[in-house]
């Protein structure tokens, strides 16, 4: 990446931090930008070298029409492109594949491959679009005048990565997700709003849960935005899929999948009872219920088989039930009272934080999400990082910060099964610790907003 001259009061700012201390003193010196970004590439590769060879492999599994199952989630869905191309519904019983027919039909072409060179070349697009993404996002903000240093950079993976190796290693589509919103701020950046609605829709159709982002446009009145959100909905979910499949049968695949996925959580409040899931609701509905404060029901068998789902459950009582709504409603309205920044200023560091927040949102109001699922940490992190070194506070604001940022790093980062061990990792996840990491950091972006909303100078009183 190009190195681009910081403004005074920024570098000034930089200069007061322990890592702006450490990054004059080492990042700054010739090449060590760039032997970094190295490091970060080889790590990334030996997730993707992994995910080609996990993909030969095989276990059992009632829940698929052959009873057994890929190791990756791209190995479990090669016979969902098959069940596609061969006229089956690959959302019925021994398929349930989990996103929207585009994704599928961009997995066809990965069929006619070898299984390994299909995990491999799944795994390079990945890493280049990460690449690529955070290369023209880093040109878009420092044309912005957000000169971000290394050190800015260095934080954001060590604290970011982790996801995005898990989800590369796992041949996910989580790291796309990440892609398509990392483009979508770069073009916001540059003003291109209508093409941000165009690509968060591409992060929509990836993965759903996304869609929250569209919301926070709607309620900053970016109409452009909303627009290329609208033709984005209509091409990405009826009219490329339907020119490809015949627009009667995409529609029937759209509702075999929203009777599949969403429906069960959206509806009737199922959540997946797995210590995997670090969502709120699911975190809350297994503590809760396991500590007997919470009577609960489980999915019925016919219901699971037909949803593909596993150890699904919601509350019991209407009193219960009130729990999902009551955590949607609160966390809306924070994100009301938090995103007040003006979009006119678009290096304004309080809307990258904002966006941060609508992710971190977007992850704990989810049915389900596993760790690898949290691959917009990146983002998150970026706009931490910045706002916290590069803009001048007090050192005990600056040092609480940092201490919150420590405990955040032991949650999501040091907890994770290949540094702790299985044991220690799986009893981490059964009380939900990921999830009360990602609120943590929650907390700390809203109080990074805050306290930035806090120096803007309000209008004189007039009369």
């Not at 090669?78 to 069940?83: E, G, I, L, N, S």
């Not at 491959?113 to 996002?137: C, D, Y």
């Not at 800015?152 to 892609?179: C, E, K, P, Y």
């Not at 966390?331 to 979009?343: I, M």
Request: hydrophobic share 55%; aromatic share 10%.
């Amino acid at each position: 990446m190009a190195k681009t001259e910081m403004n005074t009061e920024v570098r000034a700012a930089y200069r007061t931090t322990l890592l702006g201390r450490f990054d004059e003193r080492y990042l700054s010196r010739p090449h060590v930008d760039k032997v970094l970004w190295g490091i970060l590439l080889a790590v990334l590769v030996t997730a993707g070298v992994q995910a080609a060879v996990q993909i030969r492999k095989v276990d059992s599994s009632a829940f698929r029409a052959t009873g057994e199952r890929r190791k990756t989630a791209l190995g479990r869905w090669m016979p969902d492109a098959h069940a596609l191309t061969a006229g089956e519904n690959p959302y019925g019983p021994g398929h349930w594949f989990p996103t929207p027919p585009l994704v599928l039909i961009c997995l066809v072409p990965f069929t006619k491959m070898p299984l390994a060179l299909a995990g491999g070349l799944w795994a390079a697009l990945k890493i280049a679009g990460v690449a690529l993404a955070f290369t023209l996002l880093h040109r878009s903000l420092a044309k912005k005048g957000v000169v971000v240093p290394t050190g800015v950079w260095l934080m954001t993976a060590i604290f970011g990565t982790r996801a995005v190796f898990s989800d590369i290693q796992h041949a996910n589509v989580n790291t796309f997700v990440l892609i398509w919103i990392a483009l979508a701020w770069t073009l916001f950046m540059k003003g291109k709003d209508f093409w941000v609605g165009i690509f968060l829709v591409a992060a929509i159709v990836t993965k759903i849960t996304p869609a929250l982002l569209l919301l926070y446009f709607v309620y900053k009145r970016a109409w452009r935005v909303c627009l290329g959100g609208l033709v984005g909905i209509a091409l990405f979910f009826f009219i490329v899929p339907g020119i490809s499949l015949g627009f009667t049968r995409n529609w029937a695949l759209l509702t075999s999948w929203y009777h599949m996925l969403v429906e069960p959580f959206a509806r009737e409040g199922y959540a997946a009872l797995e210590i995997a899931n670090q969502s709120l609701y699911g975190v809350l509905v297994r503590l809760l219920s396991n500590a007997g404060i919470l009577s609960i029901v489980h999915m019925p068998d016919q219901q699971a088989w037909a949803s593909g789902m596993e150890e699904m459950a919601r509350p019991a009582t209407a009193l219960g039930r009130l729990l999902r709504p009551a955590i949607t409603l609160t966390a809306l309205a924070a994100l009301a009272w938090l995103c007040r920044a003006k979009t006119a200023k678009r290096q304004d560091p309080r809307l990258l934080l904002e966006f941060g927040l609508v992710l971190l949102a977007m992850l704990l109001l989810s049915e389900r999400t596993w760790k690898h699922h949290a691959t917009t940490l990146p983002l998150i992190y970026l706009g931490i990082w910045y706002a916290l070194t590069c803009l001048p506070w007090n050192e005990k604001f600056r040092s609480w910060v940092v201490a919150g940022l420590g405990v955040q790093l032991v949650l999501l980062v040091g907890l994770s099964e290949g540094l702790v061990g299985d044991r220690v990792a799986d009893m981490a996840l059964d009380g939900g610790l990921f999830c009360w990491g990602l609120i943590l950091c929650f907390v700390q972006s809203a109080m990074l907003v805050k306290a930035l909303e806090a120096r803007e100078p309000q209008p004189s009183a007039i009369g």
